[in-house]
């Protein structure tokens, strides 16, 4: 593995900042390209044909022109669709994120677990296999947002959000009569990486507390696997931030905390 490894992370816009903080904090040796493909999103207002369409040919680009030691697909709704296409294509190691219902539904006490996912992501047939082998026996809840993500991005861009606009999407997770009904909801997964974003305000609009499951810790850890040790210093690993639209990225400050503090041209 040449040094420092260079980690590329994409997804549809901003929510798989989610994903690279985690990684960052594991390997802060890798030199980091971020993609954003802002162009196309949000992804769940396109055909499936349409998104495969997309990223796959978009991938192949980018591994040209990046040459990345490993790839990250940090989109809930491109990774249910494309990695059996991206590994097929390609030879560099590639990691998705699927909605983290294994461990949701093992770690329920109520059995009673919620996916808040995009609308695309909870039809697919990917999320609905994952609930047939790992409920549990658990009562799974399927909530598909249509705003959630594009709220996400709007609020890290530092414009208001309204509290009402984020309780309208997340209350269907919420299953039962109030916090003292033995059988209410416990657990939501973050079945896209737009959310965590908004984790804080998640936690402050929830009708009764749930444990939140977010699946970056364990991409995080996936990766660093993959790599193996690291084996160098950390102040020669940078980063970048690309969009697919071209535009410059106006959001160093906000930008920072998920880079680890590093300034991403």
Partial sequence: MPYPPTILVFDSGLGGL???????????DAHYVYVADD???????HGEDQIIARVVPLIGELIASHAPDLVVIACNTASTLVMSHLRHAYQVPFVGTVPAIKPACA????????????????????????IADFAQGCEVTLVGSAELASLAESALSG??????DIAAELAPCFVGKDASDAHRTDTVVLA????????????????????WIDPAPAIARRVSDLLGPANGPTDQAGAEM??????PHTLSQALMP??????PA
């Fill in 258 to 263: 998920f880079f680890g503090g590093r300034v």
């Fill in 107 to 130: 770690s329920s006490k109520t059995k009673r677990v919620s996916v808040l996912g995009t609308k695309g992501t909870v039809k697919r047939e990917y999320t609905k296999r994952l």
């Fill in 18 to 28: 989610t994903v690279l903080r985690e990684i960052v904090r594991a390997r802060p």
């Fill in 159 to 164: 414009n208001d959000v309204s509290d009402e």
């Fill in 242 to 247: 690309i969009f697919t639209s071209k535009r």
């Fill in 192 to 211: 896209c990486t737009h959310y965590p974003l908004l984790l804080d305000r998640l936690v402050q609009l929830a009708p009764w507390p749930v444990d």
């Fill in 39 to 45: 162009a196309f999103f949000p992804y769940g207002h």
